[in-house]
């Protein structure tokens, strides 16, 4: 669901090097969530992503429980300025369209509906995932909104549209239903991570050189994995020695 939600910020943003980052930092057992996306692609990961819950009373997956209903929801635009623009919201279900909805209006001031689902397979494969996000422009009038909160009543969960094989097209024209919606640009989204040696150098560099000595006392050398693609990068003692150099004591 975050990946799907922060794929479709990513489609907003429009320059190459623009990013958006989704954390999610709820109290429930899967920890933090982090989402990153750009024009295109899309990257995640959870702190603990094997959680076993009970389903729900309507069966299905009981993510707001996973997830937890206290804490912060932040999004971080990186537009390549100075500083990227960040906001926050407390967290208002862990069900992640709500706290996306809560984010929009608290920190952007855009009137948002937003639905995310899933359809998981029993093997806890994911069948498929898709959502809609719909925002109103400045000065939308009141029959409008009416027509346009009538319409995600009718259109009901996304794992049900998802199940009847709708695309996103086949979603915006039943959201959209009378309005004469025109599809201004179909993107494509695929799984993509950018980490390369030279990024996990500097994290590792960040660690400060209290960490770092203590790394190469206690380890030697170091296999660092990337949370977002599980690719393996090993630091051999001396190439930490080297990192350790540039390190800032702390
Ligand atoms: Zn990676």
Redo the contacts with the bound molecule.
């Keep these: 669901r975050l990946m799907t939600a922060t794929a479709m910020m990513g489609v907003m943003m429009k320059g190459e090097r623009e990013s958006v980052t989704v954390t999610i930092k709820g109290n429930g057992p899967m920890g933090t969530l982090v989402a990153v996306a750009n024009h295109g692609t899309v990257?995640a990961y959870a702190d603990n992503p094997r959680v076993e819950l009970p389903l729900r009373e309507d069966g299905k997956l009981d993510v707001g429980a996973a997830v937890g209903s206290e804490g912060t929801l932040t999004v971080i635009r990186d537009l390549h300025m100075k500083e990227p623009y960040v906001g926050s919201v407390p967290l208002v279900s862990g069900e992640i369209a709500e706290d996306l909805t809560a984010y929009f209006a608290a920190s952007e001031q855009i009137p948002t509906a937003c639905g995310l689902g899933v359809l998981v397979d029993t093997d806890q494969s994911v069948l498929c995932a898709g959502g809609y996000m719909l925002q109103l422009l400045p000065g939308a009038d009141e029959s409008t909104i009416d027509r346009l909160e009538e319409a995600v009543r009718r259109l009901g969960p996304v794992t049900e549209i998802l199940r009847q094989g709708s695309d996103a097209a086949g979603v915006l024209s039943q959201l959209l239903e009378g309005m004469e919606p025109e599809l201004l640009e179909r993107v494509p989204v695929s799984y993509k991570?950018?980490?390369n040696r030279e990024r996990v150098s500097q994290a590792v560099i960040s660690l400060g050189k209290t960490e770092l000595r203590d790394m190469i006392d206690k380890e030697g050398s170091a296999d660092l994995t990337?949370q977002?693609?599980?690719?393996v990068y090993h630091f051999s003692k001396e190439e930490l020695e080297a990192l350790l150099t540039e390190a800032s004591e702390d």
């Design positions: 990257k991570c950018y980490c990337c977002f693609c599980d690719k």
